[in-house]
């Protein structure tokens, strides 16, 4: 373990009892293709607007983030270890603000450790 993140983990006042606490990491960026419709100003047989579809990339925020473990619930069998990377799905994240840029992750919502 590097001395900054032995640093800010001695820095935890806490023992967590169900959650598991992460610093987030930088937002994972992915691309993703979607389709807008553009109207034609024409319509069909049955008076229904026509539109042509025209596919965009765009690059946006993944559904999923990545995290460094900062401490691990007491009560579990430990799957990761402190410093780990984990990724895990932003919704189910909450914010800690108990703790400077932290969140709270269930252990059953982490879904990889980063190899």
């Given at each position: 373990?590097?001395?900054v993140l032995e640093t800010v983990i001695e820095g935890i006042?806490?023992?967590?009892?169900?959650d598991i606490l992460v610093k987030p990491l930088e937002p994972v960026m992915i691309t993703k293709e979607y389709e807008e419709q553009i109207p034609t100003g024409e319509q069909d047989e049955e008076?229904?607007?026509?539109y042509e579809v025209k596919k965009h990339t765009k690059e946006v925020e993944s559904d999923f983030a990545k995290g460094?473990?900062?401490?691990?619930?007491?009560?579990?069998e430990p799957y990761f270890n402190v410093g780990d990377i984990v990724i895990f799905p932003r919704k189910f994240a909450k914010d800690f603000d108990l703790f400077k840029n932290s969140q709270l992750v269930k252990p059953y919502d982490i879904v990889a450790k980063v190899k």
């Open positions: 373990m590097d001395k006042e806490f023992t967590f009892e169900k008076g229904f607007n026509k460094i473990v900062l401490a691990l619930p007491q009560n579990i």
